[in-house]
C-alpha cells in the first residue's frame, strides 16, 4: 500500500470542488429512483419530461442530504440512440459523475489542450434563478465527467428541472438512514488499463495519486486487483482507478468487466457519521449487503487487541450487522458493501464511516473478495 504526498503543481486557473450529482441511464427511471427511495432513504427531488416539455428522456431525480442521484430513461424506441445503444451493451450503470468547478473555461481549456475529448463544449443553461455553465469530457469507457459552474446559479439543482412536491408517505413511517455525501467513486478497467486511465485525469483534470495498491497486497486464492486512487489538487473528490489482476480463477474485477461490457463505475461509496444506525435502518428497509464470515471477527477482535487504536462502536453490534474495520495506529475506518443494485453483476454501493482515516479498506479487500467470491461462485462465474 502507497500513500502519496506529492500533490504536484497547483494548478494556475480552475478549481475542483466535489461531486455534483451522478447520472444513471437505466430501463426504468421511475422504478430505479423509487427503488433509491425506499430501500435506502433518498427523496424524490426533481422530474423532468413529457410534462416538462421534454420529449426524449424522463429524468427523476433523488436526494439525500449532499448526495443527488438522476435516474434517466429513454420515452421512445431507440431514441437517443447512443442510450438505446448504452442500455443494451451496459445494462442499468452510471453513464456521468458531474463534478462542481470553479472557472469552467480554464479547467475546459486545459482538457482540450492536453487532447480530452470533449462530448458536449461550454454551454449554458438559463432559469429564473440564474444560469449555470456545463461542458461534457470523455472519461473510461463510455462514462463521462460533466463539469458544473453554478457561481451565477441559485436555484435548488438544475434549469429544466420541476420540483417535486409530493413527499413519497413511506418516508414517514420508514427510519431516517443518514447517508452524507459521496466519499469516492471507483471505476473498473480491463486488463492492464488502469494505468492509461491514470494517466488521463493527471494529464487532463491535473488530479494526482492519492494512494495505491497492488496484487501482491490484494489477492486472494482465486482472484486479484490492483489500484489506484486520484484526486483533485484540493482532495476533496476521490476516484480509485481498478484493474484485474492474474489470479487462480477469474477476478472480481474481469466479471465486472464481463457483465458491463467493458470499463465503467464499480462503487459509489457514502459517507456516515453513525454507521450502526444507518446499517441497522437500511436493513430494516430490505437494503440487502454481502454477508462476511465469522471467522474475520474472531480475527478481527483478536488483532485489535494488539493494536493502538481503539474502537469506540460495540463489535458485537458491528459483527451483527456485517460491517468491516480496517485501522492503522493513528485511526480507523468502517464499511459495508451492498450486494449489486440490478441483475447484472456490476455497480454496487458502499457506506464508509471514516475515524482519522483516510484509506479505501486495503485491510478487508481480502475478506471482502472472499465474501464477493462465494456470490460470484454462486453465479457461476468464479
Ligand atoms: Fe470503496
Redesign the pocket.
Known amino acids: 500500500m502507497t500513500t502519496y504526498t506529492d500533490k504536484g503543481p497547483k494548478p494556475e486557473a480552475g478549481r475542483f470542488i466535489a461531486f455534483d450529482h451522478i447520472t444513471f441511464w437505466v430501463g426504468n427511471a421511475k422504478q430505479a429512483a423509487s427503488h433509491y427511495c425506499t430501500r435506502l432513504g433518498f427523496e424524490p427531488f426533481m422530474y423532468r419530461g413529457l410534462e416538462t416539455g421534454c420529449r426524449e428522456i424522463a429524468a427523476h431525480v433523488v436526494k439525500q442530504n449532499k448526495i443527488i442521484y438522476i435516474f434517466q430513461s429513454m420515452l421512445e424506441p431507440d431514441k437517443p440512440a447512443d442510450m438505446a445503444r448504452h442500455l443494451t451493451q451496459h445494462g442499468d450503470g452510471v453513464k456521468d459523475v458531474a463534478f462542481e468547478v470553479e472557472d469552467l473555461n480554464a479547467i475546459v481549456k486545459k482538457a482540450k489542450s492536453r487532447g480530452a475529448v470533449v462530448v458536449k463544449d461550454i454551454w449554458e443553461e438559463s432559469d429564473e434563478h440564474g444560469s449555470v455553465r456545463m461542458a461534457t469530457v470523455q472519461t473510461y469507457g463510455d462514462t463521462t465527467h460533466t463539469l458544473i459552474d453554478r457561481s451565477n446559479y441559485n436555484g435548488p439543482f438544475l434549469p429544466g428541472f420541476k420540483p417535486v412536491n409530493q413527499k413519497d408517505p413511506l418516508t414517514k413511517i420508514l427510519p431516517t438512514v443518514g447517508l452524507l455525501h459521496i466519499?469516492?467513486i471507483?471505476g473498473n478497467q480491463p486488463d492492464l488499463e488502469m494505468n492509461d486511465v491514470v494517466d488521463w485525469y493527471e494529464k487532463n483534470l491535473m488530479f494526482h495519486r492519492f494512494w495505491s495498491v497492488d496484487d501482491k497486497q490484494l489477492s486472494t486464492e482465486f482472484s486479484a486487483l490492483r489500484s489506484i486512487v486520484v484526486t483533485n489538487y484540493e482532495e476533496t473528490i476521490k476516484m480509485?482507478i481498478n484493474e484485474p489482476a492474474i489470479g487462480k480463477k477469474k477476478s472480481q474485477i474481469q466479471e465486472y468487466v464481463d457483465y458491463y461490457g467493458g470499463a465503467g463505475v464499480q462503487?459509489i461509496?457514502m459517507r456516515s457519521n453513525n454507521i450502526i444506525e444507518t446499517i441497522t435502518n437500511l436493513r430494516t428497509r430490505g437494503q440487502q449487503f454481502l454477508e462476511i464470515p465469522a471467522t474475520y471477527y474472531t480475527s478481527l477482535r483478536q488483532n485489535l487487541k494488539n493494536s493502538k487504536v481503539k474502537v469506540s462502536e460495540d463489535l458485537d453490534e458491528i459483527q451483527k450487522l456485517n460491517i468491516l474495520i480496517d485501522y492503522d495506529d493513528e485511526g480507523y475506518l468502517l464499511?459495508i458493501?451492498t450486494k449489486n443494485m440490478q441483475d447484472r453483476p456490476t455497480l454496487f454501493l458502499?457506506v464508509?464511516q471514516r475515524h482519522n482515516h483516510q484509506g479505501?479498506?486495503a485491510g478487508n479487500f481480502k475478506s471482502l473478495f472472499e465474501a464477493i467470491e462465494a456470490d460470484q461462485a454462486e453465479r457461476g462465474n468464479l
Open positions: 466519499d469516492h471507483v480509485p462503487h461509496a464499511q458493501f458502499e464508509i479505501f479498506g
